[in-house]
């Protein structure tokens, strides 16, 4: 443990030479899991999941427990325009070291995915302030507003307008697929806030987060070092036939939106399958109106989700559906109308934050495999304006997005442990420009 308190950060420090310093600052794994199933409770669905869709009550009531637990530990709270809520604790100088991710969840969520980052990095600043621990910069952990993209899209809207990649009078107009403007809603449970966005570039940042996939666990690793993220491509895709009756209209006479759209799922899937590697192509969302069993639809409506690691492959796999919704609007004649909810091209991080998280886990004596991340993350948005990365722990069974997913204890604690160890080793780090040429890796 560390004696007494011991000003850390900063390479060229003055007061002392701190790089020796013994860094074996323990976090509390019970207080970290107790959260964790504290936040859980909140919006609980069967099967030990969460459901908190951005902006709902339930996102409000998890957004009002973070605050309360920063606010106890005397965090600096800011609420941004877009509601993203940044906890800093205040000491030492310059830009902090940040970590973070998200707490709303798809209808259908589990207890870790986004959660965990968040309640680490909360943990982190609790071990050290516990250990009497002085940081020459601040640290600062943000519940980044909106991460999934299931109510509002596109996803990582909270993190995308605080790097200014995403305006905020556009992000407070969408609208959500049940209605109300992403304003309107934030306003409503209390979160619109008067920060302005774009914030302020961090130092670094870094996101402990589950994998969602089951690379680590089908291969025996412990941890993950992500080398970056894939590739998002999301649209909308309205399909308007005729509405006619299901027993008199003669099945040559019909313009059948629910055909094209069944077509258009089967296409995605034989895509994948053909381009094989990393290409994923999923529909997940279904509507057709009137939706009754005895009316050949009026419409239908339906969301791809593309993505590949390399941004050549997913611009041709957008391409070849693009070529196919043409053909099949003419087979049947109907009418598609399109609407881009999201595109976002792969992303590489920093090789020096990467590298600095697998120095973490090797230090701890895990195996750890370097990786690129299949789901979108708040870190993606946060690498276009300061040196990022992320840890992964593994996931059972590669199963995420669904209440059974689940991270072994001893995996979430120890991850919690790496985040710390990997923060510390970013308060020590001076990103000159000439420190950045480290070779860059392929995302794979
Ligand atoms: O869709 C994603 O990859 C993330 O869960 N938002
Ligand atoms: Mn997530
Ligand atoms: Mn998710």
């Known amino acids: 443990m560390l004696e007494g308190s011991s000003v850390i950060g900063g390479r060229n420090g003055k007061a002392g030479d701190d790089n020796d310093l013994n860094r074996d600052v323990r976090v509390d794994g019970r207080r970290l899991l107790d959260r964790l199933e504290e936040l859980a409770g909140i919006g609980p669905i069967d099967g030990g999941g969460s459901c908190r869709l951005a902006l709902t009550d339930d996102d409000r009531l998890g957004r009002d427990l973070l605050v309360t637990w920063m606010k106890d530990l005397g ?6 325009v877009v509601g993203n809520i940044t906890g800093t604790w205040e000491v030492g100088a310059g830009a902090p070291v940040m970590t973070g991710s998200h707490i709303d969840t798809v209808r259908t969520g589990g207890r870790y995915d986004g959660n965990l980052g968040v309640l680490a990095g909360l943990e982190v600043i609790e071990s ?11 640290i600062a952990v943000t519940v980044f507003s909106n991460e999934e993209g299931a109510r509002f899209q596109p996803d990582m809207l909270g993190s995308l307008v605080y790097v200014g990649g995403l305006g905020v009078e556009q992000a407070l107009s969408t609208l959500a697929i049940d209605g109300p403007s992403y304003g309107d ?36 690793f412990r941890f993950g070092a992500v080398t970056g993220v894939q590739g998002i491509s999301w649209q909308e895709v309205t399909i308007e036939g005729q509405s006619n009756h299901a027993g008199t209209t003669p099945m040559s006479m019909r313009r059948d939106p629910a055909l094209v759209a069944a077509r258009l799922t089967v296409f995605l899937r034989e895509l994948a399958e053909r381009m094989g590697g990393d290409q994923v192509c999923t529909v997940g969302r279904i509507e057709v109106v009137p939706n009754l069993i005895n009316v050949v639809p009026r419409s239908a409506t339906l969301t791809l989700d593309v993505r590949n690691t390399d941004e050549k492959l997913l611009k041709a796999a957008e391409a070849e559906i693009d070529g196919f919704i043409e053909q099949i609007a003419a087979d049947e004649n109907v009418t598609i109308s399109r609407r881009q909810l999201a595109r976002f091209e792969p992303v590489e991080f920093d090789p020096r934050v990467v590298d600095s998280v697998e120095r973490a886990i090797t230090g701890r004596g895990h195996s750890v495999r370097r990786l690129p991340s299949g789901a979108g993350h708040d870190a993606q948005m946060l690498a276009r304006v300061c040196p990022t990365a992320m840890i992964f722990t593994p996931s059972h069974l590669g199963i995420s997005h669904n209440p059974a997913e689940h991270t072994d204890d001893a995996d979430l604690v120890e991850g919690t442990q790496l985040l710390l160890d990997v923060m510390l080793d970013l308060l020590d780090t001076e990103f000159t420009p000439s420190s950045a040429e480290s070779p860059t890796r392929s995302l794979t």
């Open 185 to 220: 809603e934030l306003g409503r449970i209390g979160y619109a806030g008067t920060v302005p966005c774009p914030g302020p570039a961090p130092h670094a940042f870094v996101e402990l987060h589950i994998e969602q996939g089951p690379v680590l666990e089908r291969e025996g």
């Open 128 to 138: 050290l302030m516990a250990a009497g621990v002085r940081p020459r910069r601040p």
């Open 75 to 80: 965090l600096t709270v800011t609420i941004d």
